[in-house]
């Protein structure tokens, strides 16, 4: 899989390869060397497999990868060791032990598949699993569905690719996108079909998955993958197990339009500014710990006149606090006050992830729509008892208010939020300020932004009236 490093290897100083930073120092970093390496700060950056990892700690998402891959191991063996167990019952049914043994092969089968795709992209350390702080990586087989649906289906003309797709492009308007971002990029199919649809964009696909990223590289650069689907729970003996062929219908990416980084989309180390279009496909209610942190991110890489074009349910995580799990119209309302002009939009249900292999899935509810970003640096209107705007997103100045200099308080947390406050640093950048003096890397930078919000809402005089 290394070949695309070759490949795009005169590519990767021009386009948007060029505005990769280091996500420690910020510095402009180079992608191009096999071994990426910041020159400012030192930290070194490898590769799974041919793609970028622009992560502030690499050897832990790797160890991260690793211990995936032997938990699991350990699951299926503890399966298998279960149901060899029953098969020494005398009570069983000729065709109750072929389909446990059929049951055995399967998830074993598959085991084996996950593996080969992933392990040969690991640094030989991380392949046995490792220590780490931080296990950010998706479970590795909770989204598999995703690789079979993407490159394994045969294609429907209501297919779930096809409505993907025919949804984007309503959204989009005909208009091509661009220079675009696809955040969550999971499996990449509706990238892949965007890219061969407008010749003319440009695109940079972004996830933590590393199933689903080292398959969907190896197949939109030419390759075929194998991968099982195995069924632990069939209605039929003959839903046991099937093996997909993944492969790309329109033929491999060229690496000078399509680029793939795993980074964290939520703070994506990318200069600002860059992008046309960026693209959250059933992302937003996942990926980030607080959706309007992930607007400012938007807002942030978006060229003035750029628009976010989002397509996903509303189905937030069970850890997401209720006050944060916006509808619609409260998602409009954000963007708004962030700078944004919504519409179009556009909302349906239909089939999500129905096996083909056993026909089960659900039917899921899908918000589409395009939020364009103003030219206008001012924030969107709102009531006078509303938060300020610059309390909701992180891309705001905090203003200083009067009596300032006078402040003080017991809380050294409080303190050190009120001294930082200058007229033009933003939430993020206290947020940013906080974390470097409280060093503790256990606690996240959601959660800092968290506590720098509760301090200004407590001390501002602006806030007076918020909640």
């Known amino acids: 899989m290394r070949e695309g490093v070759k490949r795009s290897s005169q590519a990767r100083s021009r386009g ?40 502030p700690e690499p ?21 298998v060791k279960d149901v060899r167990e029953q098969l020494r019952s005398v009570d069983l049914l000729p065709s109750t032990r ?39 990586t998706p479970a590795t087989l909770d989204h598999l569905p995703y690789l079979y649906r993407d490159w394994g289906w045969p294609p429907e003309a209501d297919g779930e690719n096809e409505r993907a797709l025919a949804l984007a492009e309503r959204i989009l308007q005909g208009r091509c996108p661009g220079r675009t971002l696809v955040m969550g990029a999971g499996a990449c199919r509706l990238a892949y079909e965007l890219y061969h ?12 998955d590393p199933v689903l990223f080292s398959a969907a590289h190896a197949v939109t650069h030419g390759e075929t993958v194998a991968i099982r689907e195995a069924n632990l729970e069939m209605g039929d003996l003959g839903q046991a197990v099937k093996e997909w062929t993944l492969s790309a219908p329109h033929g491999p990416v060229d690496d000078a ?3 793939f ?23 937003i209610d996942q990926g980030p710990e607080d959706v309007r942190d992930l607007i400012s991110t938007l807002h942030r890489m978006l060229k003035p006149g750029g628009r976010w074009v989002n397509m996903g349910p509303l189905k937030y995580s069970l850890d997401v606090p209720f006050s944060r799990r916006f509808a619609r119209e409260e998602l409009f309302d954000l963007a708004e006050r962030a700078g944004f002009r919504v519409g179009p939009w556009k909302s349906e249900s239909g089939p999500y992830l129905v096996s083909q292999l056993n026909g ?22 709102g009531q006078q008892d509303d938060p300020p705007a610059w309390l909701l997103f992180r891309h705001l100045p905090v203003p200083t208010f009067e009596g300032q200099a006078l402040f003080w308080s017991e809380a050294s947390m409080v303190r050190m939020v009120v001294s930082s406050i200058d007229g033009r640093r933003t939430l993020d950048d206290i947020a940013v300020l906080v974390a470097e003096r409280a ?29």
């Open 16 to 55: 948007l390869l060029g505005a990769a930073r280091c996500p420690r120092c910020s510095s402009k970093i180079d992608l191009a060397p096999s071994a990426v390496r910041c020159r400012k700060c030192g930290q070194v950056y490898p590769r799974l497999g041919a793609i970028p990892v622009l992560l």
């Open 59 to 79: 050897v832990d998402y790797f160890a991260s990868c690793g211990r995936q891959l032997a938990g699991l191991k350990e699951q299926v063996e503890g399966v």
């Open 98 to 136: 072929r389909r446990c043994r059929t049951l055995i092969e399967g998830i074993t089968g598959q085991l084996a598949d996950v593996r080969a795709i992933l392990e040969p992209n690991l640094p030989v350390a991380a392949r046995s699993g490792g220590r780490g702080r931080s296990d950010r």
């Open 197 to 208: 649809r407008y010749p003319d964009a440009e695109l940079m696909v972004m996830d933590l």
């Open 257 to 259: 339009r399509f680029h």
């Open 261 to 283: 980084l795993v980074a964290d989309a939520v703070d994506p180390p990318l200069a600002p500014g860059i992008f046309d279009t960026v693209l959250t496909p059933w992302f």
């Open 360 to 381: 089960r899935g659900k039917t899921e509810w899908v918000l589409a729509y395009s939020a364009t970003k103003s030219v206008s640096t001012e924030p969107g209107p």
């Open 439 to 467: 060093r503790q890397p256990d606690v996240s930078m959601s959660q800092v932004r968290t506590a720098v919000r509760q301090c200004l809402q407590q001390v501002h005089p602006t806030c007076g009236a918020a909640g």
